[in-house]
Every structure is written in structure tokens, then in C-alpha cells.
């Protein structure tokens, strides 16, 4: 059973910043690029960053291009959202997502095969 579990999230304040971790079960992530995706309130899950199985290449969305940061530590099966200088529009639940084996990066939903539950960010103005 593949599991990915999220934490890290909370209520910020604009300004401020937050670290999401996402860790799978036993070697879930291994040799596989992973996402960040986020669902606000009314609004379609959308793509925010991806990284590479190695680690090396990353991608982001330009909404979050330069405040956020995505990293892994294969050793601990985690990923990492590093969030800085949060704007009340990152307000939203942030998922991470099992990618294809190797390969491209990818901004849609549909080429990640397993989900966490999600962490709600909240931030206020």
C-alpha cells in the first residue's frame, strides 16, 4: 500500500513562512519525481512544484517561481515545500503526488498516480 503523508501546515500570517513535508511509506518516492499541488477555496487543484527523482531538476509554478522552494531527502523518503514570504492567495490545502518513474516533470494532475490527504495552509492578511 502506498501511502504519502503531508504535514507542516497551519494559520500564518502574510509575510511569514512555512515548511511542508510530505514522507512516504517504505520506498514509495524512490526513483520517482514527486509534486506539490494546492486546492483553494472554489478553485481547481493546481500545480505548484516538482522535482526530479535525483532531486537535480526542479519546476515550478510561476504563481510561487522565487518564494518557494521544493527539495527531497531520498534517504527519508521526504519531500519538502519550503514556503516564504506566504500571500493570503497561497491560502489553500497542499497535496503531494507520486510522479512517473524518472522522466519529465509534469504540471498535470493526471501524471501523478498516489496522493496524500492534504495540509491546510491558511494565510492571513
Known amino acids: 500500500q502506498v501511502q504519502l503523508v503531508e504535514s507542516g501546515g497551519g494559520l500564518v500570517q502574510a509575510g511569514d513562512s512555512l515548511r511542508l513535508s510530505c514522507t512516504g511509506s517504505?520506498?514509495?518516492?524512490?526513483?520517482?519525481?514527486m509534486g506539490w499541488f494546492r486546492q483553494g477555496p472554489g478553485k481547481e487543484r493546481e500545480f505548484v512544484a516538482a522535482?526530479?527523482?535525483?532531486?537535480?531538476?526542479?519546476y515550478y509554478a510561476d504563481a510561487v517561481k522565487g518564494r518557494f522552494t521544493i527539495s527531497r531527502d531520498n534517504a527519508k523518503n521526504t519531500v519538502y515545500l519550503q514556503m516564504n514570504t506566504l500571500k493570503p492567495e497561497d491560502t489553500a490545502v497542499y497535496y503531494c503526488?507520486?510522479?512517473?518513474?524518472?522522466?519529465?516533470?509534469?504540471?498535470?494532475?493526471?501524471?501523478?498516480?498516489?496522493w496524500g490527504q492534504g495540509t491546510q495552509v491558511t494565510v492571513s492578511s
Open positions: 517504505g520506498r514509495t518516492i524512490s526513483g520517482r519525481s
Open positions: 522535482i526530479s527523482w535525483s532531486g537535480d531538476i526542479t
Open positions: 503526488a507520486r510522479g512517473p518513474a524518472r522522466g519529465n516533470l509534469y504540471a498535470r494532475p493526471s501524471e501523478y498516480d498516489y
